[in-house]
């Protein structure tokens, strides 16, 4: 069994920082790409981030120069700082990972149960 579990979520104000973090862990025998998503109610969840396990990112245009994704492979770990928050980034955001574990063949998606980020006065 693999497991993600994310930390870190919260109340903020506008323009302020927070930062999210996301551990893995279980039978796993290596991590390929992992990613934050977010979801608002009534959205579809879209992609937020998304680094590769040699360290390549990419991110939603809406986050770009303010949001930093990162992983620790060492540690499964992966995280995302968020800077200059807009009320319009609140949502429960996910952290996904395409595992490959050492009962189950090839890499599959897990996801975490998410964190809720809010961004208000």
């Known amino acids: 069994q693999v497991q993600l579990l994310e930390s870190g979520g919260g109340l903020v104000q506008p323009g302020g920082s927070l930062s999210v973090s996301c551990a893995a862990s279980g039978s796993i025998l290596s991590i390929d790409a992992m990613g934050w998503y977010r979801q608002v109610p009534g959205k579809e969840r879209e992609l937020v981030a998304r680094?590769?396990?040699?360290?390549?990112?990419n991110y939603a245009d809406s986050v770009k120069g303010r949001f930093t994704i990162s992983r620790d492979n060492a540690k499964n770990m992966m995280y995302l700082q968020m800077n200059s928050l807009k009320p319009e980034d609140t949502a429960v955001y996910y952290c996904?990972?395409?595992?490959?574990?050492?009962?189950?063949?090839?890499?599959?998606?897990?996801w975490g149960q998410g964190t809720q980020v809010t961004v208000s006065s």
């Open positions: 680094i590769t396990s040699a360290g390549d990112t």
């Open positions: 996904n990972a395409k595992v490959a574990s050492y009962y189950r063949p090839g890499y599959r998606d897990y």
